[in-house]
């Protein structure tokens, strides 16, 4: 299990952004190629993991939070909402500020509403500034957050709340470790 992510991570080329050790990855950044293989893999653990008790929302942020969210949505037929970097300026859109290792930005959730249950799924966690974002969103929305899952997990970010990851890696400046898996 997870032997085929396990193998991309350490595979995986490392460039600088800025000061920012960036590994590059198909699942974080869908470069060179995503196996489906590899898809239905993190879908699996990630049903295995996540508590999905009376859930009826998955969110995603784009864009790389999109492939994982669809293919969990598949797997589990709950619905996906994908959390938008341009605003719809629909009635009840939420706006939230975004900052991670290397980039600031705007966050836009709409689908969201007070009642719904819901999991936050997402490629990696870092500084942990966009799961913090999307905390906030779903906070001012009303809804509750059942479960938080990230594929990948690098450092120890506080996001405030626990966070699942199924695999732990370290980056260096040349390579990717990958020191804990969830199995
Ligand atoms: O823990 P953090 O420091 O916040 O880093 C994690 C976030 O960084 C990436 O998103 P990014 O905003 O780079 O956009 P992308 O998904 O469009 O590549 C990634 O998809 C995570 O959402
Ligand atoms: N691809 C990729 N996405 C990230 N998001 C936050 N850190 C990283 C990283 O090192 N690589």
Redesign the pocket.
């Known amino acids: 299990m997870l032997e085929r992510l396990i193998h991309s991570l350490e595979a995986s080329p490392v460039m600088k952004r800025g000061e920012y050790n960036y590994f590059i990855n198909p699942i ?2 869908g470069v060179p190629l995503l196996e489906p293989a590899l898809l239905r893999e993190i879908g699996c653990a990630m049903v295995r993991n996540l508590d999905l008790n009376d859930v009826d929302k998955i969110v995603v ?6 492939h994982i969210g669809v293919a969990f949505s598949m797997m589990t037929d709950i619905p996906l909402v994908v959390v938008r ?1 341009r605003p719809y300026g629909l009635p009840g859109e939420v706006a939230v500020h ?6 600031k ?1 705007e966050l836009y959730l709409n689908g969201v509403a007070a009642g719904d249950r819901v999991v936050i799924i ?12 999307l905390i906030s969103a779903i906070g001012v929305t009303g809804a509750e957050i059942a479960d938080i899952c ?1 594929v990948i997990g ?2 120890d ?1 506080d996001i405030g709340r626990p966070l699942k990851t199924l695999v732990k890696i370290e980056v260096s400046e040349t390579q990717v470790r990958v020191v804990d898996t969830c199995l």
């Open positions: 974080t950044d942020c784009e864009a790389m939070g999109i970097k975004q900052a991670t290792g290397y980039s930005g997402d490629d990696v966690c870092s500084t942990g500034g966009t799961l913090r974002a990230v690098r450092g970010a």
